[in-house]
């Protein structure tokens, strides 16, 4: 993560207090954050599930690269400062580093993801119900790809436009 640091440090830095809120849930922040000092939780649907206080970490990637509103709400924890990217697409297209350590923090909080939801279906492979489902669940991560992004013109309104 400290690669993302450097390539973001030309970007401007904001000091958020703790308790404020970075991004919330299910707003469309529209800009990229790479935490440079200080602490925040990541919450969903008001229940915190991690504290990060890496420097280098980076949020609202999702939103930006999905182009969907906010999965979570990242809070400052303890007064942070974050290097923010308003353009933050522009900013992932400019710097192919920055957009390479952006999807090798994505993947590896996939592999994350995956190697638990492995765990959970080997302990509770035989039960009915929700614990059951599992499966179902690693084969939607295992399977899920993106829509496809097709690039369009002024001639082609029916393409979805890269921006």
Do not use: C
Not at 39 to 44: A, D, G, L, M, P
Not at 122 to 141: K, N, P, R, Y
């Amino acid at each position: 993560m400290a690669d993302l640091l450097s390539l973001a440090s030309r970007l401007p830095v904001e000091t958020v207090p703790a308790g404020a809120a970075l991004i919330q849930e299910g707003t469309d922040p529209g800009r990229l954050y790479v935490l440079k000092s200080g602490s925040v939780t990541i919450e969903r649907d008001g229940v915190s599930f991690a504290r990060i206080e890496s420097p280098g970490a980076v949020f609202g990637e999702m939103a930006v690269v999905l182009r969907k509103p906010a999965t979570a709400t990242v809070r400052a924890e303890t007064d942070v400062e974050v290097h923010v990217a308003d353009d933050a697409e522009g900013f992932l297209t400019v710097n192919p580093g920055a957009a390479l350590a952006v999807l090798r923090t994505t993947a590896s909080r996939l592999d994350g993801l995956t190697q638990y939801l492995v765990d959970v279906k080997g302990q509770f492979a035989e039960l009915e119900g929700h614990l059951g489902m599992v499966e179902g669940i690693l084969d939607t991560l295992v399977n899920h790809q993106a829509p496809e992004i097709r690039t369009g013109s002024a001639r082609d309104p029916e393409g979805d436009h890269v921006h």
